[in-house]
């Protein structure tokens, strides 16, 4: 039996109104030229969120506008250069089903080693432009964190969004998927960012 046919708590229902939620937020929001590899603020853990403030909203609408400028699925502070734990997403599951919502200071659960099923898809990410590596990572994944307003919230995903909920909680940790890679593949990553064209701002990192 799955995991999430066993797991009884409340779950936020991340799929009602996905268009309107996201287009809400996007359309009141700005958009930030993406951070890559190399830039301190990805390579370090992010400051909690503690003021659920106008400050907040407006971050997360810059980011969604970001992300959907970027045909992104998910994209967390740091990728607009913002030091704070917050990440949005915008992704479907295995089932064609769309998430949108929004997770602060997010921890991703530990799966009891049974219940470790490794999907070994294809990750990009926006930070690494252009570039693709096969990363083996659990097909469920459940989140705890926040809402905008403080709110306890528990987020669950399988298939590609399970993916795009640890990818986004790694990112607020100061982890790229790089970091997962051998160092063959790291290179083979970053050879193919070297080689490619972003359709999107960037920012320049400092060298
Ligand atoms: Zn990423």
């Known amino acids: 039996m ?9 779950f936020i229902d991340d799929t009602q109104d ?12 700005t958009v930030r030229p993406i951070t890559v590899v190399g830039n301190p603020v990805l390579h370090r853990e992010c400051a909690d969120v503690t003021e659920f403030d106008e400050g907040l909203a407006a971050l997360v609408d810059d980011m969604f506008a970001s992300q959907r400028a970027a045909s992104g699925v998910g994209l967390a502070a740091n990728q607009v250069g ?5 990440f949005v997403y915008d992704c479907e599951d295995d089932e064609g089903v769309r998430h949108v919502g929004v997770v602060c200071n997010p921890v991703l659960e530990e799966l009891p080693a049974d219940r470790r099923v490794l999907d070994d898809n294809n990750e ?6 252009t570039a693709y590596a096969e990363l083996a990572r659990p097909d469920y994944a459940v989140v705890r964190g926040q809402d905008t307003s403080g709110k306890p919230v528990l987020v669950r995903g399988t298939g590609y969004f399970a993916r795009c909920l640890q990818h986004e909680t790694d990112h607020l940790y100061g982890r790229l998927y790089l970091d997962r890679l051998s160092k063959r593949e790291r290179k083979n990553a970053l050879k193919q960012m070297a080689e490619g064209t972003p359709r999107y701002e960037t920012v320049p990192n400092e060298s």
């Open 82 to 86: 913002v030091d704070l734990k917050v």
């Open 18 to 29: 996905a268009d309107e939620r996201e287009r809400a937020h996007r359309e009141r929001g």
């Open 124 to 129: 990009g990410c926006l930070s690494v432009p």
């Open 2 to 10: 799955a995991e999430q046919e066993t797991d009884e708590r409340e």
